[in-house]
């Protein structure tokens, strides 16, 4: 990486370039877009029974039918292709919409749309590709396969193989693991080893001889979600259906990743703004000691953080979408994004089970039968946790953000611009901190470089925290940038001095434990817990796992389950 040109990027190497957000492109969603958000939401009202998904844990054949009718899988497929054609920010909106619903609904569109089929054909689709598989996609569901058994993070070590017959087919063998809509799937991106070239991508036919659902997942959260566990046995691929040279199958994934990232942002947006919702008026009905719960300070400062971090959440989903609508390169802004979103999206739902009190763990269907309001507080914590695991966890994404700011040539060199920003009033003290810190950031790697010039990418727990100050500074930014923008939104102004007032703590905190923490003695315990030294501390409990290895057998071969595919017309 020689140079970077996105804002996020820039941050890392202590340069405020706010032009590069401000101001927003485009003039929000058009009138193609509101409509079929409209539709989407009497959808949902009208059709879509969230209790009914979560109690039987399936989304019922009709609602995706309906999903189907409406345009629902195909929000940003090109009109020429059978698509609705509307922009990446009305697929967003639509997330937030269908999440809130029910959060399997969300992911079912999501893996369809942002890492299925659609997104590595448009990118890196042939002509002829196009042609052949992008108007299936607007009736048909397609999934995405690269995780196995033994990999997650860690691509490379893939055992699914895909070898290449001399006229030109490939036969694909291996087994794919946590495969979101891989039960429902016409369609599947299948990442493999191809001998000698290494991973490639493929369109794989899912009742293709040979391909197999084994099973079927259940999980703490996302009742309905259809994740399952498949087997390619001897599968025949035509070699028109790779997508990409072969080698360059992990291209064609992230490039797919990157349009697609914003994804759990929105959906972490929504949460959010969902519990704001129900904090606020929980908290002024529930009286405790004389006066609603909302008017003690300790509760106020969870309905505070609520709020300014949905605000925040909304602004990255809406400053970074219509930056990528816009042709930017948002790849670095989208992995704060994530990053960041998954994280806050937790500890949001995480205080409005607090301030539900007994009532938050309840289940909404317990308390709907005993007269009372039924809230789905303890299933929104059970949905969003997945966030900090999912499309990379917290701790890879940082590791990743770090290995690509460490990659960046010259990272010393400074490109001084002039920044204005008088025109965000209120506002302008906390993007003059942002330049400031974000310089203290790019010292503080270089520092790094200094300080342990062989092992600096070994230092996890250092870069993440300079990757979490800068998701911060993006998070102040982009709120700043949204706020100005929403002349309309009484008191958008004072959400964001909020939230950049809370960031700045947060961030004070990071810095502080940059060379005042516990690092050392952490590594020294955990090396003594994996060498068996503390196993005393074990003594007097029991374990109720269920006995099995503790990782399932990847070895090729035919399947000996019954195929759990379901296909919905």
């Known amino acids: 990486?020689?140079?970077?040109?996105?804002?996020?990027?820039?941050?890392?190497?202590?340069?405020?370039?706010?032009?590069?957000?401000?101001?927003?492109?485009?003039?929000?969603?058009?009138?193609?877009?509101?409509?079929?958000?409209?539709?989407?939401?009497?959808?949902?009202?009208?059709?879509?029974?969230?209790?009914?998904i979560e109690r039987d844990g399936r989304i019922p054949d009709e609602v995706i039918a309906g999903l189907k009718d409406i345009g629902a899988f195909a929000i940003k497929l090109?009109?020429?292709?059978?698509?609705?054609?509307?922009?990446?920010?009305?697929?967003?909106?639509?997330?937030?919409?269908?999440?809130?619903?029910h959060s399997a609904l969300g992911e079912l569109l999501a893996a369809h749309q942002a890492i299925g089929l659609t997104q590595p054909i448009l990118l890196s689709g042939t002509d002829e590709q196009k042609r052949e598989f992008l108007p299936r996609c607007v009736r048909e569901i397609s999934a995405f396969t690269l995780t196995e058994p033994d990999i997650g993070n860690d691509p490379f070590r893939m055992r699914t193989t895909a070898v290449r017959a001399a006229d030109g087919s490939y036969t694909l063998n291996g087994l794919k693991s946590w495969v979101t809509n891989g039960v429902l799937a016409d369609l599947i991106v299948v990442m493999a080893m191809v001998p000698e070239t290494g991973m490639t991508a493929f369109v794989v036919e899912a009742r293709s001889p040979g391909v197999t659902v084994e099973h079927r997942g259940e999980f703490l959260g996302l009742r309905g979600l259809e994740n399952g566990v498949v087997r390619f046995h001897d599968v025949v691929v035509p070699a028109g259906h790779r997508i990409g040279p072969e080698g360059e199958g992990l291209e064609v994934a992230l490039a797919a990743q990157?349009?697609?990232?914003?994804?759990?942002?929105?959906?972490?947006?929504?949460?959010?703004?969902?519990?704001?919702?129900?904090?606020?008026?929980?908290?002024?009905?529930?009286?405790?000691?004389?006066?609603?719960i909302g008017e003690h300070e300790a509760v106020a400062a969870k309905i505070s953080f609520i709020a300014a971090t949905a605000f925040a959440l909304e602004a990255m989903v809406e400053v970074t979408g219509r930056h990528a609508d816009a042709g930017g390169d948002t790849h670095m802004e989208a992995e704060l994004a994530k990053l960041f979103a998954s994280e806050k999206a937790w500890l949001v739902a995480d205080e409005l089970l607090q301030i539900r009190g007994g009532r938050g763990y309840e289940t909404a269907e317990s308390a709907a039968a005993r007269g009372e309001r039924g809230v789905p507080a303890e299933q929104l914590l059970r949905d969003v946790r997945i966030g900090r695991i999912f499309d990379g966890s917290t701790e890879a994404l940082r590791g990743f953000i770090a290995q690509e700011v460490l990659a960046i040539d010259n990272p010393a060199s400074t490109v001084d611009e002039p920044v204005t920003v008088d025109d965000f009033g209120?506002?302008?003290?906390?993007?003059?901190?942002?330049?400031?810190?974000?310089?203290?950031?790019?010292?503080?790697?270089?520092?790094?470089?200094?300080?342990?010039?062989?092992?600096?990418?070994?230092?996890?727990?250092?870069?993440?925290?300079?990757?979490?100050i800068t998701a911060e500074l993006y998070a102040m930014s982009v709120s700043c940038v949204y706020a100005k923008t929403r002349t309309d939104?009484?008191?958008?102004?004072?959400?964001?001095?909020?939230?950049?007032?809370?960031?700045?703590?947060?961030?004070a905190e990071l810095f502080g434990r940059l060379w005042s923490n516990t690092d050392d003695?952490?590594?020294?315990?955990?090396?003594?817990?994996?060498?068996?030294?503390?196993?005393?501390?074990?003594?007097?409990?029991?374990?109720?796992?269920?006995?099995?290895?503790?990782?399932?057998?990847p070895a090729p071969g035919p399947s000996h389950h019954e195929n759990q595919h379901r296909h919905v017309a």
């Open 78 to 101: 090109p009109k020429e292709y059978g698509g609705l054609g509307l922009p990446g920010a009305c697929y967003l909106r639509a997330l937030m919409l269908v999440n809130t619903t």
């Open 489 to 507: 939104a009484e008191g958008a102004l004072e959400l964001a001095d909020a939230f950049c007032h809370q960031a700045r703590l947060r961030i």
């Open 258 to 292: 990157d349009t697609g990232r914003l994804s759990l942002p929105a959906v972490s947006a929504a949460a959010a703004k969902w519990s704001l919702k129900i904090a606020r008026e929980w908290s002024r009905v529930r009286v405790q000691w004389g006066k609603p």
């Open 521 to 553: 003695h952490d590594r020294a315990v955990s090396r003594n817990v994996l060498t068996d030294r503390y196993t005393w501390l074990e003594d007097g409990v029991l374990d109720p796992s269920i006995e099995g290895p503790w990782i399932a057998d």
């Open 1 to 52: 990486m020689s140079t970077v040109e996105s804002f996020g990027g820039e941050l890392f190497l202590g340069r405020f370039r706010l032009g590069l957000l401000d101001p927003l492109p485009g003039q929000g969603l058009d009138a193609d877009s509101k409509a079929f958000l409209a539709r989407l939401r009497d959808f949902c009202v009208d059709k879509v029974d969230s209790r009914l």
């Open 426 to 468: 209120l506002l302008a003290p906390h993007l003059r901190f942002v330049e400031r810190t974000c310089r203290s950031v790019a010292q503080h790697v270089a520092h790094g470089r200094t300080r342990w010039p062989s092992e600096l990418a070994d230092r996890q727990l250092y870069l993440g925290r300079l990757v979490d």
